[in-house]
């Protein structure tokens, strides 16, 4: 069981995620659903019929000089520059909080501060301006996963999944935290075959812990 490995190699995709990506909001919602996936969409001939991404899907509203401070944080960001990268998209957040992605944005400068407590609270402004946005749900997800709060972050995955159900980076760590921290091997497995059916490129080690799955179930 390669589970360690498995691991480090989901690590290794978040912590990849862009920074500053869109920034499309809308007005917050009260609450935060937590739905279960939809079932997969197919066509006459029983072919898998993707659906788009629906914070992607969504117009850009972000103002001018918001993209101005915003491009300046992915320069201090990409210089390593993480504390000044901070202190500019808490000024963005603080101007146009409506900017979902920028919140996002944040949260993902503050994990490199190592500052959690911060992130989440981030995260949680992010998907409360644009409930759409699977990134900040996926990017909860994990961050609840790492802070041992299971439960909560098998909701943000389902969140994520239910508003995206194509998403094969959310199947991917919903698969993982099935399989090696709520040990349901049958759910981690059925993840596991739609992240798999999703990803445009094989993906051997996805493979591998389908494989892993199916010889023990």
């Not at 920074?19 to 739905?35: F, I, S, V």
């Not at 409360?128 to 439960?151: P, T, Y």
């Not at 943000?156 to 040990?183: E, K, M, Q, T, V």
Request: overall charge negative; aromatic content about 8%; proline content about 6%.
């Amino acid at each position: 069981m390669k589970r360690l490995s498995r691991f480090a190699h989901i690590a290794a995709a978040v912590s990849c995620a862009l920074l500053l990506a869109a920034c499309a909001g809308n007005p917050p919602t009260p609450e935060l659903e937590t739905t279960e996936p939809t079932a997969a969409l197919v066509d006459e001939n029983g072919e898998r019929v993707l659906r788009p991404n629906p914070y992607l899907a969504e117009p850009a509203d972000v103002p001018a000089a918001a993209q101005q401070a915003i491009s300046q944080a992915r320069a201090q960001f990409g210089q390593q520059q993480y504390v000044a990268a901070e202190s500019t998209m808490q000024q963005v957040v603080a101007q146009w909080p409506q900017l979902s992605g920028a919140w996002l944005n944040l949260a993902k400068v503050q994990l490199k501060l190592e500052q959690p407590e911060s992130a989440e609270r981030s995260l949680q402004q992010a998907v409360a301006a644009n409930e759409n946005n699977v990134f900040a749900w996926n990017s909860l997800g994990a961050l609840l996963r790492d802070r041992g709060r299971f439960e909560e972050a098998r909701e943000a995955y389902s969140n994520a999944l239910a508003r995206w159900p194509d998403f094969a980076l959310a199947h991917r760590n919903l698969g993982i935290l099935y399989d090696l921290y709520l040990h349901q091997p049958e759910q981690a497995l059925h993840h596991y075959r739609e992240a798999k059916a999703l990803e445009q490129e094989e993906d051997r080690v996805l493979a591998g812990w389908i494989m892993d799955l199916e010889r023990r179930l």
